[in-house]
């Protein structure tokens, strides 16, 4: 199965189940606060969903407190009692589970199902998409550009050779699982990670500016960094976006690109 059609399901799985609740919750009498946190429930499973742990948790944070700015008029006049105060707890614990574990639940998923898929396409030492894949990815993306203008950028990160040389190769491999992991966290699930035959991670940023592309590098970077304990200059980004490095990206497809995938442009 294809991760946008699991997100399809889900999405229209939570929609159904929201507005069975809401339904329900019509009689005898409804409560419009608790029909639109049922609402704020749904968008921050599609915030999970979409947008994987990071959209997720913020996704969820943003429903807490719209929730709880909804409840203030009631509390200020009325005060807490127990049963305002207890939906609030449900609420928050609800919205935390679904937005923050469903995004990290479904960050995994997303791999899980290309390794289902092809076996071949994971990188084992990161776990993120090896170079033939990510290659094979990186083509179809500019394929896109080329043909209906779908803006998307590249980033290339790398890691100082220094932060290696003198680990075991055990060590190694838990570096760098460390640091795909950290770049994993730091992007939206709609983005593509996969590592490069050298050791480099390349980012596929779809519907995404250069602009765009160098504020989502420098998060990136920075969360790598201070996550494997790096200093600042050991972990450097190459930012190329499609509309202004059209001919960059192709020399790096055709660095990286088996030769069926360069021959099939």
Request: proline fraction near 4%; aromatic fraction near 6%; glycine fraction near 8%.
């Amino acid at each position: 199965m294809k991760y946008a059609r699991f997100e399809l399901l889900t999405i229209g799985a939570g929609g159904i189940a929201v507005l069975a609740t809401m339904v329900m919750s019509l009689q005898p009498q409804p409560d419009v606060i608790e029909l639109i946190a049922q609402l704020l429930l749904l968008a921050v499973l599609i915030g999970a969903v979409h947008w994987g742990r990071k959209g997720g948790m913020v996704a969820a944070l943003a429903a807490i407190l719209a929730y709880i700015l909804m409840r203030v008029p009631s509390v200020t006049d009325f005060g807490m009692s127990a049963d305002v105060l207890r939906l609030v707890l449900v609420r928050m614990g609800t919205y935390g589970l679904i937005g923050i574990i469903g995004g990290e639940i479904c960050g995994r998923i997303k791999y899980f199902f290309v390794r289902l898929e092809d076996s071949l396409a994971i990188d084992e030492q990161s776990r993120v998409y090896n170079q033939r894949f990510v290659a094979q990815l990186l083509s179809n993306t500019m394929s896109s550009f080329e043909r209906y203008g779908a803006p998307f950028s590249v980033v290339v990160l790398e890691l100082a050779p220094a932060l290696t040389a003198e680990l075991r190769p055990g060590k190694v491999a838990v570096l760098v699982r460390t640091a795909a992991n950290a770049i994993r966290n730091a992007i939206r699930l709609v983005d593509e990670v996969g590592r490069l035959d050298d050791g480099r991670f390349l980012l596929v940023l779809p519907h995404t500016p250069k602009n765009g592309a160098e504020v989502a590098a420098a998060r990136v970077r920075a969360g790598v960094r201070d996550t494997v304990g790096a200093k600042d200059g050991s972990v450097t980004a190459q930012v190329m976006g499609a509309a202004e490095d059209s001919d960059a990206i192709h020399v790096l497809l055709d660095a990286i690109a088996p030769p069926a995938v360069v021959a099939a442009e």
